[in-house]
C-alpha cells in the first residue's frame, strides 16, 4: 500500500475523502463502508485515529471489482 500511496501523492491531484465522503461516494451507508475498512476489502489508511481513503486507490478499487466476491 505504501508504494501505491507515493504513486498517488506524485499525481497531486488526489482528494484524500473521509468515511462519510466515501460512503456517500460509492452510494452506500455508512456502516457497509466500515464494515469493508473491518474486512480488508477496501483500499484505506489512519490519519491519528480517524480513517482516511485516497480517492485514486478507491477509483482503482471500484475498476477491479470493488471487493466483490468471486
Known sequence: MKDKARKYRRNG???IL???M???YLHCHLSTVYRLVK???I???KL???LRFEKAAIDEWIEKG???QD
Open 13 to 15: 491531484n488526489n482528494e
Open 39 to 41: 474486512q480488508g476489502k
Open 43 to 45: 483500499p484505506h489508511f
Open 66 to 68: 470493488g471487493g466483490a
Open 18 to 20: 473521509t468515511t462519510r
Open 48 to 50: 491519528g485515529g480517524d
Open 22 to 24: 466515501v460512503a456517500d
